[in-house]
């Protein structure tokens, strides 16, 4: 199956669904076949790469509700050599639908559904929702590593202490093999006292655990998310897709 890497922050706009998709983009640059799972209600991460989210019959809520199989609802998307098990709204149903009692096993869904999975992979990329709750919690049990993006602001580190907490839980009681693929700088400006306080802070507690990539504010980002492409193909001669693209050779490095 290969290795499954969550991107997981419980604060939202750090750079989760960017990261997501240019890291799949840019792994599949390098001719590895990338499966994106958009496990976000938001569906960011489905409309970055160019898929209507409101036209899709099936998604990744009917596969966890256990009326449709995932090899069913993945489709190919606009970066070469990715795939996208796509979500929409409905998604946000889901966690109410495993916290019932009709689900015995509330945190092995999505490993459930992965085990079904036909095609071979040698990443799967799971975008987690802005949240610690069921959801999340259902991707950090599935995965071997998780890449935890930082925004460089003020409270970056409330944001790291509650990650850590959440991962070593998950380690402690449902994945022991879970690890920390790196912690992410993200919308870095090395202009700002603020963006170099916050790498200075990180990188002297989780030194090797930090990336060495750091990724820049870019405008090229976000315009790529709203072409429904990633940066790799909308512009790649810029700064965000050159730091994605050094981000994917770090993960490489690191199997």
Request: proline letters at 4%.
């Amino acid at each position: 199956m290969g290795r499954i890497i969550s991107v997981a922050n419980q604060k939202g706009g750090v750079g989760k669904t960017t990261t997501a998709i240019n890291l799949s983009a840019a792994l599949g640059s390098y001719g590895k076949k990338v499966l994106l799972i958009d496990f976000d209600s938001q569906g960011n991460s489905t409309r970055g790469l160019g898929l209507d989210y409101s036209a899709l019959p099936l998604t990744i809520y009917d596969v966890c509700i256990k009326e449709a199989d995932i090899n069913s609802i993945i489709r190919p998307t606009s970066a070469r050599n990715v795939d996208i098990a796509p979500s929409n709204l409905r998604l946000a149903n889901l966690e109410a639908h495993l916290q019932s009692r009709a689900v015995r096993s509330p945190f092995s869904v999505l490993a459930e559904a992965l085990a079904n999975l036909k095609a071979t992979y040698d990443f799967i990329v799971i975008d987690c929702p802005p949240s610690l709750g069921v959801l999340s919690l259902n991707a950090l049990v599935v995965s071997t590593n998780v890449i935890v993006p930082i925004q460089c602001e003020f409270f970056a580190m409330e944001a790291v202490a509650s990650m850590l907490s959440t991962i070593n839980r998950v380690q402690k009681n449902y994945n022991p093999s879970l690890k920390i693929e790196g912690f992410l700088m993200t919308m870095y400006d090395s202009k700002t006292s603020m963006s170099n306080e916050v790498v200075a802070q990180i990188r002297s507690l989780f030194d090797e655990n930090t990336f060495v990539t750091m990724i820049p504010r870019n405008v090229s980002l976000p315009e790529a998310s709203f072409h429904g492409e990633s940066v790799i193909d909308y512009r790649p001669s810029s700064s965000g897709a050159a730091a994605y693209l050094a981000l994917a050779r770090e993960v490489l490095e690191n199997e």
